[in-house]
């Protein structure tokens, strides 16, 4: 059985009523699952899966509590952040034609013969739907920065004496200026 088989929780058997999983994720579930366009190489994931079972219908709750390995938007350091946060899946059985979803309903319909749900998919969505959007990982300590000072000097450095001679320009410079531009014209 591959690695991802775990995340294919079998539901046909379950009787209803709560059910609990629980999965440690870490980078080979990245590795594993070459989810397309993803950026997360390191991470370490705690998720608590509540399952409900009720006729014609599942609920899943997944609870995470993650360490995220990102670069620092403002020196580009690698460091991990914190990822936390509850995300809901709502499974009904049915035959596509016979239901009509709401607009506001977030539900997946399978046809009464499934019988398991791959998880890993949602599981991916969702933890990057919780990551924060802006990611300074340097400074989780109490607002004490712990960012590559010698990255932000040259980057102001920069920015205030204009572009440096073309062969000192080194790539990560070029993409710290743009990332801060980006944020200056908002
Ligand atoms: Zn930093």
């Known amino acids: 059985m591959g690695y991802l088989s775990q995340f294919k929780i079998s539901f046909s058997g379950l009787s209803q009523g709560l059910h609990e999983y629980n999965y440690t994720i870490d980078d080979k579930f990245f590795e594993e699952a ?22 014609g219908m599942l609920t899943l ?4 509590e993650s360490q995220i390995q990102v670069s620092c938007d403002r020196c580009l350091n690698d460091n991990f952040i914190p990822v936390n946060g509850v995300q ?4 009904k059985f049915a035959e596509e034609r016979e239901y009509e979803p709401k607009d506001d309903d977030e539900v997946l319909i399978l046809a009464p013969s499934e019988t398991e749900l791959d998880i890993a998919q949602y599981v991916y969505e969702y933890i990057n739907l919780l990551m ?11 607002d004490f920065s712990l960012c590559n000072q010698e990255v932000i000097e040259k980057l102001t450095h ?3 004496h204009g572009t440096p001679a073309k062969e000192e320009i080194d790539p990560r410079w070029e993409a710290l200026k743009s990332i801060s531009s980006k944020k200056k014209n908002k």
Not at 61 to 64: E, Y
């Open 88 to 91: 809901r899946l709502i499974v």
């Open 158 to 160: 920069y920015q205030s």
């Open 132 to 142: 924060p959007y802006q990611r300074i990982p340097c400074e989780i300590l109490n």
């Open 34 to 55: 070459q989810f397309s366009g993803s950026d997360i190489k390191r991470a370490k994931i705690n998720l608590d899966i509540d399952l409900v079972k009720q006729s």
């Open 61 to 64: 709750t997944f609870k995470f």
